[in-house]
Each structure stands twice: as C-alpha cells, then as structure tokens.
C-alpha cells in the first residue's frame, strides 16, 4: 500500500499571503489529523476529519482551517501567514471505524513565512 | 485538556548502554498511550502503543514501554541501544473512547555513539 503522501514538500511564503497544503491517505483509511511541528513547540494537534467531518480540533486561531473531500483526501489552509507559521506541518492517517487507532504520518510540509 | 511531559530533551549514549526515556501525562481518564520514532530524514512511526491489557508493551526493534498507571507514566525503555537508535522520540496519548485527539510530548532526541 501506498504511504501517506503530501504536496507540496516545501513551501517559501511571505507575511499576509495564504497557503494550501495537501495530504492524500493510505487508501481505506478515513480518518486525517493534521499536526504542526516546530523545534521548540514539538507537535501541535491542528485538527483531525472523518468523512468529510471535523471530528476534533486544536488551539490553533482561525487562520489555520482544513476540510477533508469525499475520497479521504485533505486540505489545511492557513490565511494571512505569520513569521510564526513556519513550521512543517505533518498530516496522519488512520482507519479508525471508531475509536482510536495507530496513526501513519506523511513526510511533511516543509513551510518557511518570510 | 491532556498534556504529555518529557523530561529528557536530548540524552547521549554509547553503544550498549541501556536506555530509558522517561513519559508523564495528565489526564483524568482512561487513554492510549504510543511511542512515535522519528529517524533522522525518516516520516514518524509508531514503536509502540497500549491500549488495555498488560501493562508491559513490547515494540519493534527491541523496545519496550512499561505503563503504571499510578503514576500517570509510560516510560520506554531498551537494554542495549545501538548507533542506528539515533533519533528523536515522542510519546503520546489520546482519551479512549472518543476520536483521534492525539497530545505529543515535545520529543527527546537520542544520539547513540558508536
């Protein structure tokens, strides 16, 4: 099976622009968190979809949204971009029919706000 | 809200030495808890998780976790460490029974010496 695979792999954004980034699942799993990862913060939950659902979200402010297409697919967007921002910002699939489950991790976005 | 504490940032060893890089987490109720691995240009995966059941967890590549649930810990452990045990480590946990939540502790980085 295919990993979880993310698009683009690095990104060079300036202050104020906006940004979409893209993850693709292992194929049957429905369930996408996404997660920022910085040196000094570890990894950050953002938020996670199931069937097109956000299920759970993360103390991220409303910059940052996502949505999760009928496919399994998944988009994060983060607006206005800050210094801050950059980070890379890892995406994870999993099943679960419910409940909690291993997660797979992709190999990241590599974000950089100039 | 759960949190995840590791209080080791970055520990170094030489080949053969034993290892154990200490996990707290604060939270009220039951959870599951992971061990990610990251290796160097490597994605995150999982060593190990517990979910229920013996509190002795035994992962891949030699590795165990041990959870004692009176002190809020889920330590994990391996009795001789080799060079390719380079990496960063993560413990992690989620509240059980509901979705995909998952709180990473900020990551411990090893580096063994051959």
């Known amino acids: 099976k295919a990993g979880v695979t993310q698009t683009p792999r690095y990104l060079i954004k300036t202050r104020g622009q906006q940004v979409t980034l893209s993850c693709s699942p292992i194929s049957g799993h429905r369930s996408v968190s996404w997660y920022q990862q910085t040196p000094g913060q570890g990894l950050q939950f953002l938020f996670e979809y199931f069937s097109e659902t956000q299920r759970n979200k993360g103390n991220f402010p409303g910059r940052f949204s996502g949505r999760q297409f009928s496919n399994s697919r998944s988009e994060m967007n983060v607006s206005t971009l800050e210094l801050g921002d950059s980070a890379l910002y890892l995406c994870?699939?999993?099943?679960?029919?419910?409940?909690?489950?291993?997660?797979?991790f992709g190999p990241g976005t590599r974000l950089t706000v100039l | 809200a759960q949190s995840v504490s590791q209080h080791n940032h970055h520990v170094i060893l030489s080949e053969a030495a034993s290892l154990e890089l200490g996990c707290n987490y604060s939270?009220?109720?039951?959870?599951?808890l992971f061990w990610y691995v990251q290796y160097p240009g490597q994605h995150l995966q999982l060593l190990l998780k517990?979910?229920?059941?013996?509190?002795l967890v035994k992962g891949i590549k030699g590795f165990e976790a041990e959870f004692i649930k009176s002190k809020f810990s889920f330590n994990l452990r391996k009795p001789s460490v080799q060079w390719s045990d380079t990496a960063e480590y993560f413990c992690?946990?989620?509240?059980?029974?509901?979705?995909?939540?998952?709180?990473f502790g900020t990551g411990t980085k090893l580096q063994v010496i051959p």
């Open positions: 994870a699939s999993s099943l679960p029919l419910a409940g909690v489950d291993t997660q797979y």
């Open positions: 517990y979910f229920s059941g013996d509190p």
């Open positions: 939270y009220g109720g039951t959870v599951n």
């Open positions: 992690a946990v989620n509240p059980s029974g509901g979705y995909q939540k998952v709180t």
